[in-house]
């Protein structure tokens, strides 16, 4: 069964931390992604990686960065978070590169509070 | 810009009746797949049903239709016989290909299936 990993469900932080949301795939998948989710914006892509060491920023990556060290795992990093950096983290992994036709599995996601 | 919109942001149904949300996209690629994806309540996002653009049947899948209109750019979907379970958040999605599975999101559409 394939499976992503968020490493925590549940996260409070105060302004100014640095936060790491940390995320882990077992299906061996080239491409890996970092979306917020908000009410009535949908889910926004801050980051993707398509390779080890290789990352693309999406369309919203100011004030996140990313690591990915190792092909299983992709760590999204608050550099020093706000408040309106509140917010659903979803982790999503695909495998391939090229080819539009390959389905996205994601993590349960991570409810960030920052106060 | 490659964009998905979901004109419906809440959609209510009787159980066992059928129900259509709506998509529209808006690229210049050629070859693309176009996705809907579910939500359920405090649950991952999982796959519903997808289409590739050049196919001109429309995908199916149990009691998941899509009515593709290429030229239209939309892409809806259709949940037949609606269930107590389909009560989730509906997110329709577009890869436009290139050397990554990136995925555009919707804002999404909430349904509620009433018993």
């Known amino acids: 069964d394939v499976k992503v990993t968020q490493s925590s469900r549940y996260l409070v932080k105060r302004t100014g931390e640095k936060v790491f949301l940390e995320c882990v795939q077992d299906?061996?998948?080239?491409?890996m992604f970092w979306y917020r989710q908000d009410p009535g914006l949908g889910l926004r892509l801050i980051y993707f990686?398509?390779?080890?060491?290789?990352?693309e920023k999406g369309d919203i990556p100011e004030g996140y960065s990313v690591s990915r060290e190792k092909k299983e795992r992709f760590s999204l990093i608050l550099e020093s978070a706000s408040t309106n950096q509140t917010s659903m983290y979803l982790c999503?992994?695909?495998?391939?590169?090229?080819?539009?036709?390959?389905?996205?599995?994601f993590g349960q996601g991570t409810r960030l509070t920052v106060v | 810009a490659q964009t998905v919109t979901q004109s419906q942001p809440e959609m209510s149904v009787q159980e066992a009746e059928t129900v259509t949300l709506s998509c529209t996209y808006d690229?210049?690629?050629?070859?693309?797949?176009l996705f809907w994806y579910k939500q359920p309540p405090s649950r991952q996002m999982i796959l519903v049903i997808r289409?590739?653009?050049?196919?001109?049947q429309n995908a199916t899948e149990n009691r998941f239709s899509v009515n593709f209109q290429k030229a239209a750019k939309s892409f809806s979907l259709k949940i037949s016989d609606s269930q107590l379970g389909d009560t989730a958040m509906y997110f329709c999605?577009?890869?436009?290909?290139?050397?990554?599975?990136?995925?555009?999101f919707g804002t999404g559409t909430l349904l509620a299936v009433q018993p």
């Open positions: 999503a992994s695909s495998p391939g590169q090229g080819g539009p036709n390959t389905e996205a599995f």
């Open positions: 299906m061996d998948h080239e491409n």
């Open positions: 999605a577009s890869n436009y290909g290139g050397a990554t599975n990136k995925l555009i």
């Open positions: 990686s398509y390779d080890v060491k290789m990352k």
């Open positions: 690229t210049s690629e050629n070859n693309y797949y």
């Open positions: 289409q590739e653009a050049y196919k001109q």
